[in-house]
């Protein structure tokens, strides 16, 4: 019977997130204009449903000081006060608002895993896809470069990094988008790799186009599909990667409010089937989950695809 | 197929040199590291004098460049010391955490790949359906939670109620049935983390390739779809499938470290971790050469198999 | 639970000097439920448990055990000259007897008879003499060496082993329970670090470090009312959920390091039974005092009055502990200052002493890592958001965990860190506050704190010792450099089927590390 109203929650849940995209979507058209519009009204429910779900994170990771009741590192009142107004989710392990401090980590831990990956990103498919076209020493040299860099353990990596030049925000965006960029680069490469040797790259080059505009009109839109698809998945692995380093105690400082900290500091409760740490976790695989739902849908749009 | 062996070899050779610089890279970083073996054992109660005393017996106090030639002789005659913290030799301590492994990845590749292989296809071939969504999503919550918490959710829902052990205690006796019974949950928390990578390259990579004229062609020719798929567009797909499938396997075996803490596996994640705080070198540039080489092996099996499914590569003008 | 003490009161100065009794001091008033559990020992069953510590890199040599999971079985494998009792005071383990000299700095021990090794050598003075002396000289790479420093000379006598200490110390015995200090075999003058070998109550089987050790009873051992276990089974789970699964699921019996965030859950399980011990393992936050502004012994009270310790009781310790008053001594030890005025959170004392000290705000860097102790860093944080009231602004600095000892303790100007507590005020002021001693983490220098414990550790005249001791807690609280918020109590959890003593060892965790010799199976 528990289970029979369980799946009835997650009904409605999902009817009420179609629901919400479908409204969103209305809206969005609504309001838009030109090619915008005529590519919104192309997007299924669930990619209206991701972006709103984005447009939500974004707008409150913005207001946050407007929309959090309490302030980021305010100590309220007891330790895990159960989930009664004015603490809406309740408190944490030291006695601060839960709903503030998940407000508070949508900003700290987006803003960090977007730049990160935005970062990761840059790096890692420019120099691949230049690996890839050039060939020949390039390619050697960067390819046996990512090769050392990604045959060291990132996590272990990222953790001598960061104990030698110290834990700053900086430097945990810089280290985390190095590593991560290698990975990218091997993608960025290996898809390139199969383009590059397509007759109309053949033809571009007998044209004489430089290497710049090769890379960027030829090349680049025709690799666009799987590093999109990669960029989704990245951007959730920097999550996990914060979470990770934030147990080892070198990832984001306190009292800051950050997802990945506030899931480990709270994770040993679900062993004994409290929910309090699915709150954070269900904030980052939301995020995800939206996010690659948009991913699927440019993705759809890029293959040209038409049904 | 003549330049596919002397990519191998060039590859291997390469490998060689990687492990190389790697050895150098581990030795530097850990070099940079503050403190040392003799600090980090003695931690709160280390004096001036039993840490210097300490480091001579360790002959730490030699030149950092003389300590990384001497373990560099040893190491190409094939003999990777003795741990600094215990004395023990290195290849007794490495040998059955090894072996753990190398079980669990495997167990849980067994697994993730088939598993992922066919939902990234039925998610191509039924594209945009509810299947798609449901999988998708379903794949994407698993890997938002974090290794540790997926694994204390499975730990809650199998372990509690007496299915599986929340242990994994293995030993040399074990039989390989009750070893699977035993690491069960851990390799399917890897599982749970892995498979969700994999399926949406495959789905990314096939659907990538749907709108070619050639599948188009395919089509128009009345095959049905999943042959289309099968035969046509995932020959096609293999390289960036491929390439992921080799990251993610070579994450199983060197980044599983959380879900060794954990499950309580003895494996080397675990082993390097503590070898690393305790700044044992000659443990860390081993367990670290075993994961690069685990690494290249696999990396090298990616790309011959890339260059194999794409005859444009093997006779590149 | 902080009424859990283990007064240690009653040792007469007599007994110390002569004895080898176990004195009558009042023991742990346990609570009823726990009590009932108790039968009378009984032989039989492996013990498995499940310890917090434990490292891939742990070895068997005695000069280096920094964990409880080394400490612990190393202590099952061998015997020490002497044992705290759980009462606190010191009973006879390899030693039967010992003598002072008047001046306590000749210290003679008479050696028991007729004990084995495992291995079936029969333990002489001689192991005795090369067992202590692994630890002292040049060459000594030991934690324990400034222990040992004081020993001039160690030599055998017939059945007796004469030690010479450059000053008097009447609390010498006490040091001699150290676990590093555990008497080995020994071939012409010297120990092997890497043996197998003991004389405890427990056979070393197997060890396999940072995962498991077996052992299994040692049949000669020389104590017939110990050991009741056939075999102890320990496995070291470092993560903290991990280790509550094994003891819920039933794959242990015992399990240390309870997470005080669950700690109340877990209470609820079935057939588990949490068992916390006061100890005088304490919480520290301590300042550079040469360096500005903790010079200013103004600004050191301000931050003093700045800390809510009962808070900080509360949520960090869930109550399993008390709060510290800025001095190191617990208050189950035998010269605590019982007269002395506990400190309170008072912003408008720190708000005072920082105008006193010509301030109106104060910023300090508060470097904190979890290293320290389970819960540092939210400490920390919790410090930080109280300092506030009082105008002192607390920036917390999360260091890594891994180097903290090295990179952060006494680099920082102001870090986090703890004491496993020492037993005896001695050793306690010795080691942590007296002007030049290697571990003293405030850089503390009072002429008469230091003047005084000189003093008082040849005075013989007990009266005259508890007011040295008195006063020093004072000095210290009020002028040293180390805020003490909290005394934490070791926390542990059982399984029902498990058999724990009334009286239980307060000096270390695991019934002062010797859980394996002195629990039993119900």
Known sequence: MTILIKLLWIAVAIAVALAAGWLFRTAA????????????????????????????????????????????????????????????????????????????????????????????????????????????????????????????????????????????????????????STRVFRLARSVAQDIVVMDYIEAAKLRGEGLWRLITREILPNAMAPLVAE??????????????????????????????????????????????????????ALLTVAVNFVVDWMLHRASGLKE | MSIVWEMIFKRLGLGLLTLLVISVIIFSATELLPGDLAQAILGQSATP???????????????????????????????????????????????????????????????????????GILAALYRNSIFDRAANALALTSISFPEFFVAYILIFVLAQSGLFPSMTRMDPNTSLGEALYRAFLPALTLTLVVTAHMMRMTRAAIINLLASPYIEMARLKGINPMRVILKHALPNALAPIITVIALNLAYLITGVVVVEVVFVYPGLGQLMVDSVAKRDFPVVQAVALIFAAAYVLLNLTADVLSTLSNPRLIHRK | MSKLNSPMGGISRRGLLKGATALGAAGLILPASVRKAMAEPKRGGVLRIALASGNTTDSLDPATWDSTFVQSFNTARCNTLTEIAPDGSLVAELAESWEASADAATWTFKIREGVTFHSGKTMTTDDVVASLNYHRGEESKSAAKPYVDPITDIKAEGSNVVISLSGGNADFPFILADYHLVVLPSAEGKIDPTTTDGTGAYVLDSFEPGVSVKMSRNPNYFKTDRAWFDGIDALSIVDAAARQNALITGEVDVIDGVDLNTVSLLERAPGIKVLPVTGNQHFVFPMDTRLSPYDNNNVRQALKYGIDRDELVEKILRGFGSAGNDHPIGSGQRYFNTELEQKTYDPDKAKFHLKEAGMDTLTVQLSAADAAFAGAVDSAVLYAERAAAAGINIEVVREPSDGYWDNVWMKKPFCASYWGGRPTEDLMFSVAYSAGAPWNDSFWDHARFNELLVSARSELDDDKRREMYWEMQAICANEGGVVIPMFASYVNAHSDKVGVPEVIGTNQGLDGLRLYERWWFA
């Open chain 1, 29 to 180: 058209i609504a309001v838009s204009r030109g090619g915008l519009r005529k590519a919104l009204r192309t997007a299924p429910l669930t990619a209206a449903f991701g972006m709103l779900v984005i447009l939500l994170y974004i707008l409150v990771a913005i207001f946050a000081p407007v929309i959090a009741p309490f302030a980021e590192r305010e100590v309220v009142g007891g330790q895990f006060l159960p989930w009664e107004a004015p603490y809406i989710l309740g408190t944490d392990n030291l006695g601060r608002d839960m709903f503030t401090r998940l407000i508070y980590g949508a900003r700290n831990t987006v803003g960090i895993a977007f730049m990160t990956t935005a970062l990761a990103f840059a790096i890692g498919s420019i120099l691949g896809l230049l690996a890839a076209t050039v060939g020949g020493w390039m390619d050697q040299f960067l390819s046996r470069v990512v090769d050392i860099l990604m045959a060291i353990p990132s996590l272990i990596f990222s953790l001598l990094l960061l104990t030698i030049f110290g834990t700053s925000v900086v430097t945990l965006i810089l280290v985390i988008a190095t590593i991560d």
């Open chain 1, 231 to 284: 960029f989704g998945l990245r951007f959730c692995f920097v999550f996990l990667m914060i979470s990770a380093l934030s147990f080892l105690g070198v990832g984001v400082q306190p009292p800051t409010a950050d997802w990945g900290s506030m899931v480990r500091e709270n994770a040993a409760l679900i062993t004994f089937g409290d929910v309090t740490p699915l709150l954070p976790a269900g904030a980052i």
């Open chain 2, 49 to 119: 004098e039993t840490v210097a005393a300490f480091r001579k017996e360790l002959g730490l106090d030699l030149p950092a460049y003389q300590r990384y030639f001497n373990w560099l002789f040893g190491a190409l005659q094939g003999d990777f010391g003795t741990s600094l913290a215990n004395k023990r030799p290195i290849a007794d301590l490495i040998a059955t955490r090894l072996g753990n492994t190398l079980f669990l990845a495997l167990y849980a590749a067994a697994i993730a790949v088939p598993l992922s292989l066919t939902l």
